[in-house]
């Protein structure tokens, strides 16, 4: 897995006063995002705040089942390359016994993507996003270029 | 505040395992960090791995008591780039409302930082720190050129 991380999610409670928070308290900027989750472009490295509840459903957990720490009101997802990047990402992680949350599969957003836990429980997604592109030195590119 | 993030931090509960997980199952390679921190440079974004006691003083907060969702168990920092750039957006902060959770001081590792939460509670540390630099960019370089 490349050294690099492609987006941090925050788990909210209501996600349009959350997206608020971010536009009008501290000052940033949201880019175009479908209605059930806020993008911010950090720079090549995307910031989301998505709600909880679906958050969980992502990485098949119920709400509060999650493992301890409260890992789940935030994840931290690598995009891969390809969809046999990802396979080859887990494939090592399971040959060096990392937990895998979700085995790589095919979802709604058109992506592939998977889910493994660090040792202290916090979720990582490695996902394949068709829609965006991966430029050479790591960062994300959210507009087909 | 600009908008964008220079480093996210994962509370963990035994420093020397957690490392070894990101460095020998995840495959990432550890910039030199003092022995109290991990520090791994994802090209520019710090990812930094820190005992939860730790990671609770630094904010002023009981290791239980950081409020809901376990927002402690990882931090977001933005670093500025000077202590008045950190003054100024702890100023807009307040002006606009948002919870203060711990105001800007000089800190132990010698930097001036202070906390703030977002309307979900999640933690957001503003922080000058005159240990690393950072770029036009925003990315963040922890050594001095």
Redesign the interface.
């Known amino acids: 897995?490349e050294?690099?991380?492609s987006m941090?999610t925050?788990?909210?409670?209501?996600l349009k006063?959350?997206k608020?928070?971010?536009e009008?308290?501290?000052?940033?900027?949201a880019t175009p995002s479908p209605p059930e989750i806020a993008f911010?472009?950090?720079?090549g490295?995307v910031?989301s705040l998505y709600p909880?509840e679906d958050m969980a459903k992502d990485r098949n957990a119920a709400p509060d089942a999650a493992g301890?720490?409260?890992?789940?009101?935030?994840a931290?997802a690598h995009n891969a390359r390809s969809k046999e990047d990802v396979d080859a990402i887990f494939s090592?992680?399971r040959e060096?016994?990392?937990a895998i949350l979700k085995e790589p599969e095919e979802v709604f957003w058109g992506g592939y993507s998977g889910y493994f836990a660090?040792?202290?429980g916090?979720a990582w997604e490695v996902a394949y996003n068709p829609h965006w592109v991966i430029l050479e030195?790591?960062?994300v590119s959210m507009t087909k270029g």
């Open positions: 897995m050294q690099r991380l941090i925050l788990g909210v409670a209501d006063k959350a608020a928070f971010y009008n308290v501290v000052g940033w900027e911010f472009d950090l720079g490295l910031f909880l301890s720490g409260g890992s789940q009101s935030f931290l090592r992680l060096k016994g990392a660090d040792f202290d916090h030195d790591g960062r």
